[in-house]
C-alpha cells in the first residue's frame, strides 16, 4: 500500500527538482517524520506525546526534537528552503497549485 503512494511521490519531488523518498521507507518512517515535523513547528510536546502514544512527553522531546537543532546549522538556501517546508508541514501555508520548489544546492548538506 506504501509503496505506490512512495511512487507518486517521487514523481512530484523529481518534477520539482527535490531528492526522492527511499523505497525502503516504511510506516515507522512516516511516523518519526511526523513527529520530527510536528516539533519543528513547535507543537505542545505533551500534544505531539500523546499523539505518538508516549507516556512521557519527554522521552518524545528528545528524540524528536533533532530537526529543530538541525535548523540552527543552516544557512542561505539550505534555511530557505526548510523554512518552506515548515510552511508546508503547517497545513496549508503554500497553495495547491504553487509548487514546493527546493534549489538544489539545499538538498546538500552545508559545508
Not at 2 to 26: C, H, Q, T, W, Y
Not at 100 to 105: M, R
Request: glycine content about 8%; charged content about 25%.
Amino acid at each position: 500500500m506504501l509503496r505506490p503512494a512512495v511512487g507518486s511521490a517521487n514523481a512530484k519531488l523529481e518534477k520539482d527538482g527535490i531528492a526522492p523518498i527511499a523505497e525502503s521507507l516504511g510506516f515507522h518512517g512516516l511516523r518519526r517524520t511526523y513527529a520530527s515535523l510536528r516539533c519543528a513547528c513547535g507543537d505542545d510536546v505533551a500534544y505531539a506525546s500523546s499523539q505518538l502514544g508516549h507516556e512521557d512527553p519527554r522521552f518524545t522531546l528528545r528524540v524528536y526534537a533533532q530537526a529543530t537543532k538541525r535548523r540552527e546549522r543552516l544557512s542561505g538556501p539550505h534555511l530557505q528552503a526548510y523554512d518552506r517546508a515548515l510552511d508546508w508541514a503547517r497545513m496549508g501555508t503554500i497553495a495547491a497549485d504553487e509548487p514546493l520548489v527546493v534549489p538544489q544546492e539545499a538538498t546538500k548538506n552545508p559545508a
